[in-house]
Structure formats: structure tokens, C-alpha cells
């Protein structure tokens, strides 16, 4: 990998301006996955609440109304679900958790009082009230539920793509950028000592090649004193 | 067969004996909690209601077929007792049956409401009323719920549902409908009886359905905190209430359940009122109505041997064997262990 990276000295500074980014990122989204495990712990608890609670109403509303269909006939039953008018209606919204948008329902006629369920009161019982009740109940638990699950499902796939990006940062990318600065610095560091070789290298040869000529000059100087004194004569 | 001619309770009454001999006494009961509902439909294929599993046999199965068979047999014995009866005795009997034919048109509507096919109403009703096959039928082929209303124009429930109609078309709910059905037949199960000691227990026992319904409904509308006006939904002819008594105590369930706990109803269901201040249901209440309309339906029977009273009290056996088998059967299929179907049953 790392040798895929120009040793230069501009790579080298774009590759720590990187890292700098990408630690300050890693820090961030460190931080966002710790706040999210933390809100998640909170819908995970309320998530428990309201399953529990959905359990007992869906058992209490299957009991009154089994009693019902036992003690008024399933006849009975169906003619007074058959009268309803207004059926149940749900809206929904969203709103924003560290970021992650989860929807919030609204829900309007779901509880309905004894003369908006459609029956007749004077010719149906108090069982057929209380299985009517039960069920209002458990359609609102199924609604609280639908929005609790949903938040925390949104929560957790959030929480994964922020851990996934988080370790990416920190096992894959960050290693990869200090091999490369360490492999740019070490290529550069060498790319230094060789040329203050080569340097003294030149320096040597000219300081010889010098050396050498100040000998030859002081050789042809001297060589020219004797021959002077010859021609005098 | 017609309310013309003379009362004939001796024939009717001596008919009525022979087939209470056939229903179900407490052994039939403690082996039938002990059935699945395919042991209970064959216990019936074996007794009293083999012609009507046998009929119903291959339309349903399971619960379902006991119940419609439970349902075809009332109809059966119920019609047989209209049949053989004449004059006045027609006309005392009639106007408690009648209760089947406001289930009757209480069902046409709600079908006719829903779009539910013709075959689907026809096999929810519960042929134990006054309505003949022809208008039966003529309410099977009404396509809307004016022509429900035209249909029965010229019964009991024609001017109540005209007048009811007005307020459905104006809200689309059925409750005015439904209402006005239930209203129209207690308004006249009181109506015009003749004198004598035996219509004046039969008299007693109707003035006591009326007040169980009466407080039953109170109790529902006060417990509901609707904002209802509950002398809508008071019925005339009882005893314990009057319009402006009813529409004052609904208002407050502490007021309500005292002034009953006081009245000529406290020993019969002062327990269950009790049961109501701690547990938060009124299935006690009415299972002590319930109770107390059986006790009451028993008395007839022996008080005067050759009258009403005894072809009513047969009635109400019959309703009430009906219901207990269901409970039964339907309390199987849902699990329930014998223990709490026994709860549930009223046996006298």
C-alpha cells in the first residue's frame, strides 16, 4: 500500500492533514456511537416496558373476548364489530434523535366512548363493552410499540453504521495513512542522508580536485622560478 | 299459531313439559366441561339436537357448528311454542320471543351496513321470533337500510325505526337503529297485559328483566364517563327506576350501586355489587342478573302449573341451556380449564 505513495514532501503534509482529520472524525463518531448506545439503552428499556405491557393487553383483550364469543356467541360478537363506523387512524411524524430520524405516531379514534362504537347499548352487554375496551387498549400498546421498535431498530442499525465507520477509522484508514506518512518520512529522511553524502562526496572531490590543482600550480610556479635565473644568465 | 280464539295453556303447557324433561340437568353438565368441542358436538348429535348437527353438519365445524345448531334448535322449539298457542297465550308468549326478531333486524342491519352477502346475514339469524319465512326473506333481499325500515313498516318496529332513521342518515352510525329496535320490544313486552295471578308473576318476572337492564345499563353508561344522556336510554315499564331517578344516579357509580344495593334487588345481587366495588367489571353484575332472572324464570314454573307462567319459565331453561352449551364449547376452544367454565355457567 504504502509504496503506492510518492515520497514527497507535499504527499507527506496532505497525508497528515488526513490524519489530523480523520483522528478528529474518529473522535467524533466515537463519541456519537457512545451517545447512541446510551439513548438506545434508554428505548431499549422503554422498548421492554412496552412489549411486557403489549403481552398482558393482548392476553387480557384475548380473554374478554374469548368470554365474550363463550357467553354472548361469536354471532353476537361479530354483528356488534360489524356496526363500528369510525375506524382507527394513524398519523405519523418524525423527530430527531443524535441524528437519527424516528418516526412518532400519532394515533386519533382508537378509544371510543360507548356511543361511538356503533352498537346499540340497550340490546348489548357489558362483555362485549369490556372486550371492545380491552382491544382499544391493546391497538394503542400495538401503535406505542410500532413507534418504540421502530425508533430503537433505527437506533441500532445507526449504531452499527457508526461502529462500522468508527473501526474503519481506526483499523483500517488510520494505519494506513501513519504507514504512509512513516514510509514518506522514512523515504524522505533517507532521500536527506544521501544527498548530504553525495554532498560531502562533491565537496570531497572538489576539495581534491582543488588540492590537486594548488599542487600543480605551486609545481609550475616553482618550475618557472629555475628556468628564470637561466635566461638571465 | 295466532293471538284470535281462546287461550289453550293446557295444550301448550303439557307439550312444554315433555321437552323441559329433555333438557340438559347438572350430570349432562359436568360431563360436558369435561368434552372437546368435537365430543360436545357429538354428546349433541346424540341427544335432542341430533337433527340440527346432522343438518348443519357439512355447512360448519367445530364451535361454529354448535353454536348454529344450538341456535337452529332454539329456533325449532321456540316456533313449535308459537305454533301450538292461541289467544291470549299466543299473545304473552309473543311478546317475549319477539326479543329474537329485534336480533333478527338488528342483524339485517348490521349486514346490510357491512355489505355482508345475503347467505352470510341469513345464517346469523335465529328464526325463534314472530317474523314468518316471507318477511324473513323480505328482509334478506332489502339492498339498503331504508328498504330494511320499508320491510317492516307494518310491525312494532316500523314507526320507532322511521323515526330513528332520520338521525341514522344524518350521523351514518347504527346506534339510533339498534336502539330504537331494542326500545320498541321492551316498550311492549310491558304493554296491555291482561289481568290475573299468573300474569301478575309473569308481569313480576318482565318487570325485573326490565330493571336488571335498566341498572345493567345505568351501571355501563356510569362507569363509561361517556358524556351520554342516560334517560335516552332508560326503557318504561320496570320498577326500580324512573326516567329521573335513572338519569340522576347514572351520573355517579358510588349513588348507583348503593340505591341498588337497597332496593327489593339486594339479595340477589348485593354479592355482586359487592364483587363490583373491588373488581373493575360488570360481568359479575350481570351474571347475578343473569342468575336472578333464571331463579325467578324456575318460580313460574310451579307457582301455577296451567298458565303463561310455566311455557315461560321453559323458555328461559331453553335460552339459558343454549347459552351454558356455547359458553362450554367456545370457553374449550379458547383454553379455558373446566373450573372457569363452571364459574361462568348459570344453573339453577
Keep these: 500500500m504504502a509504496k503506492d505513495v510518492k515520497p514527497t514532501r507535499k504527499n507527506l503534509m496532505a497525508i497528515e492533514d488526513r490524519i489530523e482529520l480523520s483522528e478528529r472524525g474518529h473522535d467524533t463518531l466515537e463519541q ?78 382508537v378509544k371510543k366512548s360507548l356511543d361511538e362504537r356503533g352498537y346499540g347499548l340497550l340490546g348489548s352487554s357489558a362483555r362485549i363493552d369490556e372486550a371492545a375496551d380491552a382491544y382499544e387498549e391493546l391497538l394503542e400498546s400495538v401503535i406505542l410499540a410500532a413507534e418504540v421498535e421502530t425508533a430503537m431498530k433505527k437506533m441500532l442499525e445507526e449504531i452499527e453504521t457508526t461502529k462500522r465507520r468508527v473501526n474503519a477509522l481506526e483499523f483500517t484508514l488510520l494505519p494506513q495513512l501513519y504507514e504512509n506518512q512513516e514510509y514518506i518520512e522514512q523515504k524522505l529522511e533517507e532521500q536527506e542522508r544521501e544527498e548530504i553524502f553525495r554532498l560531502k562526496k562533491i565537496k570531497a572531490k572538489k576539495e581534491e580536485e582543488e588540492a590537486k590543482e594548488e599542487a600543480e600550480a605551486e609545481a609550475a610556479a616553482a618550475a618557472a622560478a629555475v628556468e628564470e635565473p637561466e635566461a638571465a644568465d | 299459531m295466532s293471538a284470535a280464539g281462546s287461550s289453550n295453556p293446557e295444550f301448550v303447557v303439557a307439550r312444554v313439559r315433555a321437552r323441559r324433561g329433555q333438557l340438559y340437568g347438572d350430570e349432562e353438565y359436568r360431563k360436558l366441561v369435561r368434552m372437546t368441542p368435537a365430543e360436545i358436538a357429538r354428546f349433541m348429535e346424540e341427544s335432542s339436537y341430533e337433527t340440527e348437527v346432522n343438518a348443519l353438519g357439512s355447512r360448519h365445524g367445530g364451535v361454529d357448528l354448535i353454536e348454529y345448531a344450538l341456535n337452529a334448535n332454539l329456533a325449532k322449539q321456540f316456533e313449535g311454542i308459537l305454533d301450538w298457542s292461541e289467544g291470549s297465550l299466543y299473545d304473552l308468549i309473543a311478546r317475549y320471543l319477539r326479543k329474537f326478531d329485534a336480533w333478527n333486524v338488528k342483524t339485517v342491519i348490521r349486514g346490510v351496513y357491512t355489505g355482508a352477502s345475503q347467505e352470510a346475514i341469513e345464517v346469523d339469524l335465529i328464526r325463534a321470533g314472530e317474523f314468518d319465512d316471507r318477511r324473513i326473506r323480505r328482509l334478506l333481499e332489502a339492498d339498503s337500510i331504508e328498504a330494511v325500515v320499508e320491510a317492516l313498516e307494518d310491525t312494532i318496529y316500523g314507526e320507532p325505526l322511521r323515526a330513528a332513521y332520520a338521525e341514522f342518515e344524518e350521523s351514518d352510525v347504527l346506534v339510533p337503529l339498534e336502539n330504537a329496535v331494542d326500545r320498541a320490544f321492551y316498550e311492549r313486552l310491558l304493554e296491555n297485559l291482561p289481568g290475573g295471578e299468573p300474569i301478575r308473576q309473569y308481569e313480576a318476572f318482565l318487570k325485573a328483566e326490565v330493571d336488571f337492564r335498566n341498572a345493567t345499563n345505568a351501571l355501563r353508561l356510569a362507569r363509561s364517563g361517556a358524556e351520554i344522556d342516560p334517560a335516552e336510554y332508560f326503557i318504561e315499564g320496570g320498577e326500580l327506576f324512573t326516567r329521573d331517578t335513572l338519569a340522576r344516579l347514572a351520573r355517579n357509580v358510588d349513588e348507583l350501586v348503593e340505591y341498588i344495593a337497597e332496593s327489593q334487588y339486594a339479595d340477589e345481587l348485593g354479592p355482586a355489587l359487592r364483587e363490583l366495588e373491588e373488581v373493575d367489571s360488570l360481568i359479575a353484575f350481570e351474571h347475578a342478573t343473569d342468575a336472578a332472572l333464571l331463579a325467578y324464570g324456575d318460580r313460574l314454573g310451579t307457582i301455577h302449573p296451567v298458565s303463561v307462567t310455566p311455557v315461560i319459565s321453559y323458555i328461559l331453561a331453553k335460552e339459558r341451556e343454549t347459552e351454558n352449551i356455547r359458553a362450554i364449547a367456545r370457553g374449550k376452544e379458547a383454553g379455558l380449564s373446566a373450573d372457569e367454565i363452571e364459574s361462568e355457567l348459570v344453573i339453577t
Design chain 1, 32 to 109: 456519537k456511537r457512545d451517545g447512541l448506545i446510551m439513548e438506545f439503552m434508554d428505548i431499549l428499556d422503554q422498548a421492554q416496558d412496552v412489549r411486557s405491557d403489549m403481552a398482558d393487553d393482548y392476553e387480557t383483550a384475548q380473554r374478554k373476548i374469548d368470554m365474550a364469543r363463550a357467553m354472548e356467541g361469536d354471532v353476537a360478537v361479530r354483528g356488534a364489530a360489524a356496526a363500528l363506523k369510525e375506524h382507527p387512524e394513524i398519523t405519523t411524524q418524525s423527530k430527531n434523535i443524535m441524528g437519527v430520524v424516528v418516526p412518532q405516531i400519532e394515533s386519533s379514534k
